[in-house]
T-cell receptor
Framework: AQTVTQSQPEMSVQEAETVTLSCTYD???????LFWYKQPPSRQMILVIR??????QNATENRFSVNFQKAAKSFSLKISDSQLGDAAMYFC???????????????FGKGTKLSVIP | DAGITQSPRHKVTETGTPVTLRCHQT?????MYWYRQDPGHGLRLIHY???????DKGEVSDGYSVSRSKTEDFLLTLESATSSQTSVYFC??????????????FGPGTRLTVL
């Protein structure tokens, strides 16, 4: 079974600074997807970024980028130029690429609560 | 907005009563999921559906049943609610084909309190 670990329950960052959230995972699969989801106080789950394991290039989306280290099974999220609206819970998630007749379920970490200090 | 609604958005009920949560999508996506979110646990899969009348269990399925009679609707039923089922419940949808639709899109969530 796959597991996803987020070792930082809470983090804080000064507005306009950069912060990195950590995620490690365990899987025996070689092909999979990794995601970061953001959950603001509104409770809505918002996809921030995704990474395909077969791609060596790290994904980027505007101020959000990842550092994907496949051999180390590490998938960290970097937020640059942090804004007040970035304050939220952030969840790392894993999905196997091929599932056959089974589920394409996401396996989530427990989350990191990010606070942004004005 | 991925066209997913959940009803009700909030519900308070008593132990032992049946409860049904509804997820409705307008995207015609094949896969639908029910997750629960609890502090310190992230989101965990309860049940999922891969087509009309095709459902299967997830990680935390005990005490829950589901039904999908139409593509757009996926119902989650707690036959006899217990306090341990107090949680926030999320519905999600995905296409789950390799060319596209890898992502899951989530509904707004339902906060259920069982007294």
């Amino acid at each position: 079974a796959q597991t996803v670990t987020q070792s930082q329950p809470e983090m804080s960052v000064q507005e306009a600074e950069t912060v990195t959230l950590s995620c490690t995972y365990d899987t025996s699969e070689s092909d999979y997807y990794l995601f970061w989801y953001k959950q603001p106080p509104s409770r809505q789950m918002i996809l921030v970024i995704r990474q395909e394991a077969y791609k060596q290039q790290n994904a980027t989306e505007n101020r959000f980028s990842v550092n994907f280290q496949k051999a180390a099974k590490s998938f960290s999220l970097k937020i640059s130029d942090s804004q007040l609206g970035d304050a939220a819970m952030y969840f790392c998630a894993y999905r196997r690429r091929y599932s056959g007749a089974g589920s394409y379920q996401l396996t989530f970490g427990k989350g990191t609560k990010l606070s942004v200090i004005p | 907005d991925a066209g997913i609604t959940q009803s009700p958005r909030h519900k308070v009920t008593e132990t032992g009563t049946p409860v049904t949560l509804r997820c409705h999508q307008t995207e015609n996506h094949r896969y639908m999921y029910w997750y629960r979110q609890d502090p310190g646990h992230g989101l965990r899969l309860i049940h999922y559906s891969y087509g009309v009348k095709d459902t299967d269990k997830g990680e935390v399925s005990d005490g829950y049943s589901v039904s999908r009679s139409k593509t757009e609707d996926f119902l989650l039923t707690l036959e006899s609610a217990t306090s341990s089922q107090t949680s926030v419940y999320f519905c999600a949808i995905s296409l789950s084909r390799e060319s596209h639709g890898v992502e899951q899109f989530f509904g707004p969530g339902t906060r259920l309190t069982v007294l």
